[in-house]
């Protein structure tokens, strides 16, 4: 008698307590939090499995950071790694670019990446040395220390060596007085701000504040939404805060209050930044202009800019340090309503107005700093675009004064190295954009000591 396909598979079918824990560890640490939860709703034994932090919590953790940060080395290895998993989940966030925001300053951008065992944050300025490169100066680290409690601090001299015990004050190898214990508030996803904390040396703890962007212990349970979990937690602060309300000498505590913060204030040793995230740093094959650039510009400086893509097809290049000042929004460096892109090869017009222009080079690629070359002697143009330098082609007299057409008309070039230059009728020269990151990383880091 012949055994059909069907009923081999049904021979060898298995479940998942038949696997080895392993397995099933490794299973389960595709799934989110709340799949955990649920899944331990499904079984006594499965809820034992799912609390194990030294083997679930741990590998999920592994599964999602481990190639960029050594999972084992935050807290000295000696921390939950429940607690971990919900700290990183909220530095993830952080990684990448950000922008200064409501001050104007000379540093606009600031680079969050993994480090060992903590997340550093970096400013980034261009260089002042006639090249391309880009000066990275780190000043803050987030960590977490071996007791559980959530550091964060600023170092402003720039002294600090980290080693896997930096978060422990007692380790630091540095005088308190160096360094400024901050709170990173995150105000949603794409707005952080980082202000003094005066509480203590950076230690955020087991039972700080939300405000001090990280969840405490007690909120892990509600959060993942553990099996017979009920809101009393929720039910007990809102009974307090009617209870503070009413109690007697409610208003001498709160005046109390009020003057410690004032003292507070006036031992500020740092001002609050904010931060608003670059959420498109680089470009994609569908918005090859996207992201943050490098360039020289006509007085031979190293500037860094933003191109941005509208919902309505329009493209808008902003200087960084322009997009810290209020209403900055209605300077573009240059704009355009179409993202349509003229093919190679250009008519013999459009050649000449290209190749009559000069490029402004770095002193790492010309004889001389900032040498000026001829459009003829670089790169290979793929495509062209039309642009203008003012709304006031679109929208008259929005700047209170009408714009010469031919004033603020002017030209992108794309190459096929995936850059680009644009320049404008009025002048005789190119600025040729180069990336600031690719793949996470920063390009052309030059020494920060010599700044």
């Known amino acids: 008698m012949s055994t059909t396909t069907d ?11 038949d696997f080895p824990e392993d397995v099933q560890l490794n299973i389960l640490s595709f799934l989110t939090p709340l799949d955990i939860s649920n899944f331990a709703c499904t079984s006594k034994r499965f809820v034992t499995l799912c609390r194990d932090d030294r083997k679930l919590w741990f590998s999920m953790c592994e599964r999602k950071w481990g190639s960029k940060t050594h999972i084992n080395k935050w807290g000295n290895g000696m921390i939950s ?12 966030n952080l990684i990448g670019f950000w922008r ?5 300053t000379d540093v606009p951008l600031v680079f969050f990446e993994w480090g060992r065992f903590y997340v550093a944050g970096s400013r980034v300025k261009p260089s002042k040395t006639g090249s391309y490169d880009a000066v990275k100066m780190p000043f803050l680290w987030m960590g977490i220390t071996s007791k559980g409690e959530v550091v964060n601090y600023l170092d402003p001299v720039g002294k600090l060596e980290l080693n896997e015990n930096v978060m422990n004050l007692d380790d630091l190898g540095v005088v308190e007085s160096d360094l400024v214990p901050v709170n990173v508030n995150f105000m949603g996803k794409n707005h952080v701000v980082v202000e003094e904390n005066g509480s203590g040396f950076g230690y955020s703890g087991r039972g700080s504040s939300s405000s001090s962007g990280n969840v405490r212990e007690e909120e892990y ?21 009617f209870a503070n309300k009413t109690s007697p000498g409610g208003n001498g505590s709160a005046r109390r209050q009020r003057r410690r913060e004032r003292e507070r204030q006036g031992r500020r040793k740092w001002e609050p930044e904010d931060y608003v995230k670059i959420v498109n740093p680089l470009p994609t094959p569908d918005r090859p202009l996207q992201g943050l650039w490098k360039g020289f510009c006509d007085d031979t ?35 355009t309503s179409n993202t349509t892109f003229i093919r190679s090869p250009l008519s013999s017009e459009e050649e000449n107005i290209y190749e009559s222009r000069m490029h402004i080079q770095p002193l790492s690629e010309a004889d001389e700093p900032c ?19 003012s709304y006031d082609l679109v929208i008259p007299d929005l700047a209170g004064s009408t714009v010469n057409p031919r004033q603020a008309e002017g030209r992108i070039w794309q190459y096929e190295d995936g850059t680009f230059g644009f320049g404008f009728l009025r002048d005789n020269y190119i600025i040729d954009l180069r990336c600031i990151a690719q793949n996470g990383q920063i390009l052309e880091v030059a020494d920060f000591s010599g700044e």
């Open 371 to 389: 040498e000026v070359l001829p459009s003829s002697d670089k790169r290979v143009i793929l495509c062209m675009h039309f642009m203008n330098s």
């Open 221 to 241: 349970e509600d959060l993942c939404g553990s099996p017979g979990s009920l809101p009393d937690k929720l039910m007990s602060e809102v009974y307090q805060y």
């Open 100 to 104: 200064r925001s409501g001050v104007e």
């Open 301 to 335: 400086t190293l500037e860094f800019f933003l191109v941005s893509y509208d919902d309505i097809g329009g493209i808008a290049c902003r200087r960084l340090v322009e997009l810290c000042k209020p209403f900055s929004a209605y300077a573009p460096v240059f704009w």
């Open 81 to 92: 790694y429940k607690i971990l998993y919900y700290t990183l989940l909220q530095y993830e």
């Open 7 to 17: 009923e081999v598979i049904n021979t060898i079918a298995l479940s998942f307590t």
